[in-house]
C-alpha cells in the first residue's frame, strides 16, 4: 500500500535554515572581515615625535581622547606606533587631534599601495 503523498512529504527532514550574515562573518577570520579591511599604516615615527612633542605618554593620548569621547585605545596607539594598522576612521581622530590632515599621518607605502 502507498501512503498518501502529504504523508510522505511530513517524513522528509526539515531544511537547514540559512546563516545569518553575523553569523557567516564570525566565521570569517578577523584579518578577512569587512572592518578590518578599511585600514592604514601610519607613520608610526612621526606619530610618536608628534605625541613626544606633546609631552604625552601613549597612557596620555587615549586619555585625552577619552575626555573628547573618541574611542582610541592605548593598546591602538601602541599598534599604530609599532606600525601597524589602524582603521580610517581611528586614523582621522589621531590627525585631527594633531591638527594634523591624515594623509600627513600615513605611511609612505600606505599612500602608494592605496593607489
Request: one cysteine or more; a positive charge; aromatic letters at 4%.
Amino acid at each position: 500500500m502507498h501512503q498518501p503523498v502529504h504523508h510522505r512529504l511530513a517524513k522528509e527532514p526539515p531544511t537547514m535554515p540559512v546563516a545569518s550574515d553575523a553569523a557567516q562573518s564570525a566565521q570569517i577570520p578577523p584579518a578577512k572581515r569587512p572592518s578590518q579591511c578599511g585600514s592604514i599604516q601610519l607613520d608610526a615615527a612621526r606619530l610618536r615625535q608628534l605625541r613626544r612633542t606633546q609631552m604625552l605618554s601613549q597612557r596620555d593620548l587615549a586619555d585625552e581622547f577619552g575626555r573628547r569621547d573618541i574611542q582610541v585605545s592605548i593598546a591602538t596607539i601602541k599598534r599604530a606606533e609599532a606600525g601597524q594598522a589602524v582603521r580610517y576612521r581611528i586614523a582621522r581622530e589621531i590627525a585631527r587631534y594633531f591638527d594634523l590632515p591624515a594623509s600627513e599621518l600615513a605611511h609612505t607605502n600606505a599612500l602608494a599601495d592605496a593607489h
